[in-house]
């Protein structure tokens, strides 16, 4: 069975700490990417990557980055939270064809 | 802007029937159009992709149209269950990329 796995399904953090989140595939997928999903706005991509050590901004990347150094495992970095970083993130990888996309659990983080 | 809709309003249905959700957008012409099913608390989770010389796709109990004239996508399912009370997600790729872009979903909720 394959699979997506996330590193916590709850976080709760403090204002300006350093958040890791990580993400796991066992499927060998070339693409992997992190959204935020919060109410009404659905999901907004943060940053995906589409081979290792390569990376491209999404729609959102203000105050995250990412690393890739294995093709198996993607992080998502929060420099210094922020109350607004508050959020449920998920992580997701696909093939490069034809795309359907295998999410995680789900992380969700409350920054205090 | 590249725009997706669905309704935001829950669908609440009796079981037994045939529950139909509507994606439409704007500014687009994808090559193919997915949807996901939702949980509450949990990841998405892939069900069906269309292709856009694709009409129509059926899966078990799960029909999809896609008619890229209207720029809309139908997705219904049959003979509902309330297993299948859950927030449902269209998603359209972006074409030369394997990213997608994704509506903030339409709950269903079927009942007894």
């Known amino acids: 069975d394959v699979k997506v796995t996330q590193s916590s399904r709850y976080l709760v953090k403090r204002t300006g700490e350093k958040v890791f989140l990580e993400c796991v595939q066992d499927?060998?997928?070339?693409?992997m990417f992190w959204y935020r999903q919060d109410p009404g706005l659905g999901l907004r991509l943060i940053y995906f990557?589409?081979?290792?050590?390569?990376?491209e901004k999404g729609d959102i990347p203000e105050g995250y980055s990412v690393s890739r150094e294995k093709k198996e495992r993607f992080s998502l970095i929060l420099e210094s939270a922020s109350t607004n970083q508050t959020s449920m993130y998920l992580c997701?990888?696909?093939?490069?064809?034809?795309?359907?996309?295998?999410f995680g659990p789900g992380t969700r983080l409350t920054v205090l | 802007s590249q725009k997706i809709e669905q309704n935001s309003e829950a669908l609440n249905i009796q079981e037994g029937k045939t529950a139909t959700l509507t994606c439409n957008y704007t500014?687009?012409?994808?090559?193919?159009l997915q949807w996901y099913r939702q949980d509450p608390g949990r990841g998405p989770v892939f069900l069906l992709l269309?292709?856009?010389?694709?009409k129509e796709k059926r899966k078990e109990r799960l029909k999809v149209t896609f008619d890229t004239t209207l720029k809309q996508s139908l997705f219904h399912i049959t003979a509902s269950q309330p297993a299948d009370s859950a927030t449902y997600l269209c998603?359209?790729?972006?074409?030369?990329?394997?990213?997608?872009?994704f509506g903030t979903g339409t709950r269903l909720q079927v009942f007894p």
């Open positions: 997701a990888s696909s093939s490069a064809t034809p795309h359907e996309q295998f």
């Open positions: 499927m060998d997928h070339e693409n």
């Open positions: 990557s589409y081979d290792v050590k390569m990376k």
């Open positions: 500014n687009y012409s994808p090559a193919y």
């Open positions: 269309i292709r856009e010389n694709e």
């Open positions: 998603a359209l790729d972006i074409r030369d990329t394997d990213k997608l872009i």
